[in-house]
């Protein structure tokens, strides 16, 4: 029976992802694609935007936490 294969691996970062997603994207566009690799592509590309969404939201949640937590900006006096 053969293998399924393996899931791509996560990206490094948040720019790897984008680069990725951005490749893909024209890739798709192109329309040079067999139809199972267009689907699989599309795939992939749901799974990049997935992670870069938790990314930029863990982003905002960090930034709003320093917005209300105790760092307030220096003033000098």
Do not use: T
Request: glycine share 6%.
């Amino acid at each position: 029976m053969p293998q399924a294969p393996a899931p791509p691996a996560e990206p490094a970062s948040y720019e790897a992802a984008l680069h990725e997603l951005e490749q893909l994207v024209a890739r798709i566009e192109s329309g040079q694609l067999p139809l199972d690799q267009m689907l699989a592509g599309y795939q992939r590309g749901a799974s990049l935007l997935s992670f870069c969404r938790q990314r930029l939201d863990a982003v905002q949640e960090q930034i709003k936490v320093l917005d209300d937590g105790p760092l307030q900006p220096w003033v000098q006096q």
